[in-house]
């Protein structure tokens, strides 16, 4: 400690004494931040979110390289206003044609692409098509309203709406490269719409991870602004005083440039995870900043000597500022436990933007006060009287009553604790693809109007491996895949099946025969993408898709163990089943896993921020007390989220574990008042030092909470429900958190304290 | 069905405009084609009403090369096709690939100032019928072209329009 203050010592003279030459130097960087902010990449994570080692991974894997996926499909809802009429079928034409010859488009599937068996010509031909008659117009709607082929309707119910599935290639999975298709998609519906009056509506994965990434983006264009507006508004209400609440802000905004500067360089994209850190890490260190202009203030009040103000304030709070910037970075840290790339970057980017942070607050902050000091106008600024009195909000009585209960309230707290991990724990998870979108917005209410017309366009999709010696269109294929294919359908929730019996059963329902000529005819004729929905591509595997809507993660995982044992309990010849995949099956089994680690994560790292805090300052007592006060919030957010039924998402993990990081931040900086009052000694503590420090912190204690919840109450503007629940959740806990400081904190440090006032010596 | 025709070498050609010398002629293939009109996917069936879009370069002097699609409501057809222009005697040779399986078909004929014939160099074979196809390019105003194609039963004598598009930028 005394050689940290050592150096803390010679930097802040160094920058005290050339305050325009640190200045000199620091331009520069902030230049080359400003370019690397600008080379910043956003990703919605899509790609990314589940690469994993872990099994389900592995088998979407095999499954995509064998089979055509569904991720990239983009759904077109046509709606007229009545039953739709010649005209109209005319437009829908020439709509399906002009979407074929977008670059990037695979497949389309329309009520165009539905056939029936011509007797006249011997040949199949369209069910539906320009020129066909008025009065034959409805028939065809009828008949086309049907599941087809493809396991999807083309028309609703009402014969008002008809739904186009669109496939793109699997490139476009990159949206860099299918923005391009998606505009041109976009310009095509909206000249079908004024040409037709019909109302043509885009959805699907592909345009929801547009908007996702736009989502973003605008989040980093407006939560910061305003993360950095209210944190300046909190400031001003504690300093009254627009001059320090401005240079307050200063090193904060310094620090999120640098921030962002280092992911734009380092070629790290903000995502759907890391979307909130930028205004994390500009609340952490308007945090500290905070108990830093508190302490100038009150040592130059005290002193009237504004340099030796700026040298004991920095040389008094770095240590703990350190260390508060150590247990936030470990909490970040501890997300390397998981074996998710997504996260694991996320761990990288909070653990070097917590740093940025400190480096920011040790450096830029004292620099700051000294070119404010130099120019003159903060002297009149900081001087005052000191108040000799604690504010009203926190008494030292208030304390004293706390540690005169201290048994009490401990044990209390233990029992409280207790409870709610037993409610928490285990832990329920709970995921679902578009929960990064607003169930609001157009695009979902599209997609959810789409799915009651066509079907669900997500499934669960089981590979078949083929006996050996077989091939896939055999009698003995056909008959036990009309066995599997009755047996997924029967089974509750699955919407419809897609197999090889679905080529089976369209020639049936068109009196053609059924042998395996007549069946390979019919797979000749499909489109690619659509055979390699039926047989795979290595021609010795065949898949069968139960699509089952958009249910969230428990309900497909108990889906996908339903199937799986259904399975097993039949007896197979010609077909072995694999395990349960597709993207919705994937998702659902990792991350499960995914948010369990997370939890994980939450428990390495309190288990080591008590151990640090406990070596820091080399007190048994400190490290046992910082416990309770930092999981109780925890546990209580964790126990609130299962007993209600939200279950712990993605983003509640995260945020848990970031909370805490942040959390123990107070508790850190009550230590270190501690100590301080305490002489730095390692003698047990007397009640009267723990009031006195209580009472002396607890009004930056609040201040800071205040100004985190400020900043952080800036992503409700996100258009992102995730980040706008992350926020709340990091609030909340936030202020749990302070209330177990002010009231848990002290009784559990009066458990070991001397009720004298003399102290004893060690 | 439209995926098993050769027609599409036809599509392509056309995109050829107006001067005669072969080093004239295949610089003028850049650029961006749209095409619409109807094709016979069956040859001797249905008409079905088509788009086309194309993208052209020269390759070499007197070689120019196309690809594109053409779709109707439920198919779309990608396809490459390379044409080289000779001097001599104005004979044209060009090569098309397309399909699911990629077939090749070549192609020859002659150019001259209304446009450009061509015969398939060899029958090919549909639904147990043995076929000829000869395709017709039409210059027309304002840079565009027209192409027929027109397909003979070798056997029964039977004959069929199976393409009409219009192209243009």
């Given at each position: 400690m005394a050689g940290l203050n050592a150096v803390m010592g010679t930097v802040t003279a160094l920058i005290q004494r050339s305050p325009l030459r640190v200045l000199l130097l620091l331009i520069p960087v902030l230049v080359v931040a400003v370019v690397g902010a600008g080379r910043i990449t956003f990703d919605d994570g899509h790609r990314t979110v589940f690469t994993s080692s872990q099994i389900e991974y592995r088998d979407y894997l095999a499954f995509a390289r064998n089979f055509s996926r569904n991720d990239n499909n983009v759904a077109v809802l046509i709606s007229g206003s009545e039953l739709l009429t010649g005209d109209d079928i005319t437009h829908i034409h020439d709509l399906a044609l002009d979407i074929h010859l977008i670059d990037g488009v695979d497949s389309v599937f329309s009520l165009f692409s539905l056939q029936h068996f011509d007797p006249e010509n011997g040949e199949m031909i369209p069910l539906v098509e320009p020129g066909v008659p008025e009065t034959g117009i409805r028939a065809a709607l009828e008949t086309a309203r049907e599941p087809s082929y493809s396991g999807w309707s083309a028309v609703s119910t009402d014969l008002r709406e008809t739904v186009m599935v669109i496939s793109f290639e699997?490139?476009?999975?990159?949206l860099t490269r299918a923005a391009p298709a998606l505009s041109e998609l976009s310009r095509i519906a909206l000249h079908t719409r004024e040409k037709s009056g019909l109302e043509v509506s885009v959805t699907g994965l592909l345009p929801i991870r547009t908007q996702v990434i736009e989502g973003i983006k605008a989040d980093q264009q407006w939560v910061n602004l305003v993360g950095a507006g209210f944190g300046f508004l909190v400031s001003l209400l504690f300093f009254r005083n627009v001059r320090i609440a401005l240079l307050n802000g200063v090193a904060p905004v310094v620090a999120l440039l640098l921030y962002l500067g280092f992911l734009g360089l380092s070629g790290l994209s903000i995502d759907v995870v890391n979307n909130t850190l930028p205004v994390l890490i500009l609340v952490l260190a308007s945090s500290d900043c905070t108990h830093m202009t508190y302490e100038i203030r009150r040592q130059y009040r005290q002193s009237g000597d504004l340099s030796a103000a700026i040298g004991n304030a920095v040389g008094d709070l770095a240590p703990a500022c350190i260390l508060t910037s150590l247990t936030t970075a470990l909490a970040f840290a501890s997300l390397f436990y998981s074996d998710t790339g997504i996260v694991r970057n996320f761990a990288l980017a909070g653990v070097v933007g917590v740093t940025i942070a400190l480096v920011a607050i040790l450096t830029v902050h004292p620099l700051v006060f000294a070119l404010a000091a130099r120019f003159g106008f903060l002297r009149s600024t900081m001087s005052g009287t000191i108040r000799t009195q604690s504010p009203a909000i926190w008494p030292s009585r208030m304390f004293k009553t706390l540690l005169a209960r201290r048994h009490v309230i401990s044990a209390a707290g233990i029992v409280l604790c207790l409870c709610l991990l037993i409610a928490f724990l285990p832990v329920r998870t709970s995921y679902q693809f578009?929960?990064?979108?607003?169930?609001?917005?157009a695009l979902v209410k599209t997609m959810d109007r789409v799915e009651a017309i066509a079907g669900p366009i997500s499934s669960i999709d089981i590979p078949f491996a083929l006996a050996p010696d077989l091939e896939p269109v055999s009698p003995t294929v056909l008959e036990e895949a009309q066995k599997i294919h009755t047996a997924l359908e029967e089974m509750e929730g699955v919407h419809s099946v897609v197999s090889l019996q679905t080529i089976v059963r369209f020639l049936k329902a068109h009196d053609r025969p059924v042998n395996t000529t007549t069946v390979s005819d019919v797979l000749d004729l499909l489109p690619e993408r659509y055979l390699h929905r039926i047989i795979g591509r290595d021609g010795k595997t065949l898949l069968f898709s139960a699509a089952v809507g958009n249910v969230d993660s428990q309900a497909l995982r108990r889906f996908s163990e339903a199937i799986t044992m259904k399975l097993a309990g039949m007896d197979f010849r010609a077909l072995t089943p694999s395990r349960p995949t597709g993207l919705l099956t994937m998702g659902a089994h990792i991350s499960d896993t995914m948010i369990r680690q997370l939890v994980v994560s939450f428990l390495i790292a309190a288990g080591v921020c008590s151990l640090l805090i406990g070596i820091w300052f080399r007190r048994l007592d400190f490290a046992v007390a910082a416990i309770l006060p930092n999981i109780l919030p925890i546990a209580a957010v964790g126990a609130w989220m299962t007993i209600s039924g939200a279950n712990v998402q993605f983003t509640s993990a995260l945020a848990l574990t970031i909370a805490f990081g942040i959390a123990v931040d107070d508790t850190v900086h009550v230590f270190n008042r501690l100590s301080l009052e305490n002489g730095h000694r390692r003698n047990r503590l007397s009640f009267r030092t723990v009031s006195a420090a209580m009472a002396r912190v607890g009004p930056a204690l609040t201040t800071t909470t205040c100004i985190l919840s400020a900043g952080l109450f800036a992503v409700v503007m996100s258009g992102m429900p995730m980040v706008r629940y992350f926020g709340a959740l990091c609030i909340f806990t936030f202020f749990l958190a302070l209330l177990a400081d002010l009231f848990l904190l002290p009784a559990l440090v009066g458990m070991t304290a001397s009720e004298d006032d003399q102290e004893e010596e060690p | 069905m439209l995926c098993n025709r050769p027609i599409i070498v036809a599509l392509l050609m056309l995109l050829i405009p107006l001067p005669t010398q072969a080093r004239d002629l295949s610089s003028l293939f850049e650029g961006t084609w749209v095409g619409t009109g109807w094709v016979r996917p069956s040859i001797f069936g249905k008409k079905r009403k088509t788009r086309c879009r194309v993208r052209g370069q020269e390759r070499a002097r007197g070689e120019a090369g196309f690809s594109g699609r053409c779709a109707t409501a439920n198919r779309t057809v990608k396809f490459a096709f390379s044409i080289k222009f000779h001097d001599r005697r104005k004979s044209v040779t060009a090569r098309t690939r397309f399909g699911k399986r990629n077939e090749a078909y070549d192609f020859s004929g002659r150019h001259h100032a209304k446009g450009i014939d061509l015969a398939i160099d060899r029958p090919f074979a549909q639904n147990g019928r043995t076929l000829n196809s000869n395709i017709s390019i039409i210059y027309l105003k304002n840079d565009r072209f027209a192409i027929t194609e027109i397909i003979r039963?070798?056997?029964?004598?039977e004959v069929s329009k199976a393409i009409a598009l219009t192209f243009s930028h």
């Open positions: 699997d490139a476009m999975e990159d578009n929960e990064n979108i607003d169930p609001a917005n | 039963d070798q056997d029964t004598g």
